[in-house]
C-alpha cells in the first residue's frame, strides 16, 4: 500500500519536505499514520498533526473527524495547518 502524505506551513518546516510517500504492507488507521510519522521524522511532527488545530484532507476533502481516518492504497492525506495573517 503506497499513499502522499503533504505536509503545509509549518508542517512543512518540521517535516523537512513538502511531501512524502508512505509505503505499508496495509491500510493504516490514524495511530498507525502517527506512528509512522513519529518513527520516520519525530515525536514533535506527528503531536503538531495530532493536534486539535490541525485538519486532514483525503483526497483533496476535509475529514470530519481525523481520528477515524483510514489511508488505503494511493490516497494522498493532506496535513493544513492553521493559518494566520494579516
Known sequence: MKAR????????????????????????????????LGDRHSAELAAAVDGEKVK????????????GLVVADGDEIAFLPPVSGG
Open 5 to 36: 502524505l503533504v505536509f503545509l506551513g509549518r508542517l512543512e518546516e518540521l517535516a523537512g519536505l513538502p511531501f512524502e510517500d508512505l509505503a505499508a504492507s496495509a491500510p493504516l488507521d490514524w495511530t498507525g499514520v502517527l506512528g509512522w
Open 56 to 67: 486532514v484532507a483525503l483526497n483533496g476533502a476535509l475529514v470530519a473527524d481525523k481520528r
